[in-house]
Every structure is written in structure tokens, then in C-alpha cells.
């Protein structure tokens, strides 16, 4: 259980801290692009979910379905680490702490910035670009891709 909070407190730090700063150093200004524009620094708030799916909602709608409904299900991955830490495996531990970080990240936006979420890097080609996207992010598709290569593991059965 120590290792899934100093991690998740640490990852949802490492994402307010980046926020902030692409708020003061990024916000009302032009895109910032680094190795021929493959890394692109563009500040955004995002009202919808991924890919900005959902901005147009209904305010209420969107405070419930993008807010309180994904609060609900970080709470119930948090009591069930809680109560069954002792029984997850290290590494399952570490892609559970990363999909909580990355959730509670992009939530705290959500509740504490009227339901705006900042988002600010954006990778790729020209030919073919990321949407805009922040660390919360990135924590929820690395935790999501470990869970994913883990659940493909294979138990190993010795014969007595």
C-alpha cells in the first residue's frame, strides 16, 4: 500500500506542477516547437474527454458523466488497493498507481477549474499528430498498456 501512495501522490504532483507551469509559461501565447516541430507545447483547456469527445455536453451532464462518475470509480480502485494490497503483485500494484495518479490528476482539474482540464503537449509527424494531451494523461495510457501486457503473463504450474 506504501508504494501505490508515494507513487500516485508523486505522479499526481509530477501533473499539477506541469499544469501550473504550462499555465504560466504557455496560456495566451503561441505554440512552443522543439526537434522540427515533432514535440509541440500548446496550451489548452479541455472541457470533453479524450480528444476534447464530449466538450459540447450540457454543463451538468458533463460534470457528472466526466466528473463524478470517474471520482466514483478512483475511489473504488482506491478502497480495493486498500483492502487487497497485500495480495497484488508489484508490478500490477505500480499500473494500478498510474491509473489512479493519471485519473485523480485529470478529476482535480475537472472539479477544481470548472470542469476544464489543461492540456499541452502534442507529439508526432506532420503528417500525423497526437491530440493535445498532459501527464495525467500519459499515466493513464502507460497504466492502461501495463495492465494490458500483464494480463497476458502466464502462470507457471510445477509438477510435485
Known amino acids: 500500500m506504501l508504494l501505490f501512495c508515494i507513487l500516485s501522490l508523486s505522479l499526481i504532483s509530477w501533473d499539477r506542477v506541469s499544469k501550473d507551469l504550462a499555465k504560466e509559461y504557455l496560456r495566451n501565447k503561441p505554440a512552443r516547437t522543439y526537434l522540427h516541430n515533432s514535440i509541440r507545447l500548446e496550451y489548452v483547456e479541455n472541457t ?3 480528444m476534447s469527445m464530449g466538450d459540447s455536453l450540457n454543463p451538468t451532464l458533463s460534470f457528472w458523466l466526466l466528473g463524478i462518475l470517474p471520482l466514483t470509480v478512483l475511489l473504488i480502485l482506491f478502497r480495493q488497493v486498500l483492502i487487497h494490497a497485500r495480495e497484488i503483485r508489484p508490478s500490477r500494484l505500480m499500473a ?3 491509473l489512479f495518479a493519471g485519473g485523480t490528476g485529470n ?3 475537472r472539479l477544481l477549474f470548472d ?3 489543461t ?3 502534442n507529439i508526432g509527424l506532420p503528417i500525423l499528430r497526437s491530440g493535445i494531451f498532459n ?3 500519459v499515466w493513464i495510457t502507460t497504466g492502461v498498456i501495463w495492465m494490458i501486457i500483464g494480463s497476458f503473463k502466464t502462470t507457471r504450474y510445477t509438477l510435485h
Open 48 to 50: 470533453g474527454a479524450a
Open 107 to 109: 478529476i482535480l482539474d
Open 135 to 137: 501527464f495525467a494523461d
Open 115 to 117: 470542469r476544464h482540464v
Open 119 to 121: 492540456d499541452f503537449m
Open 96 to 98: 494500478l498507481s498510474l
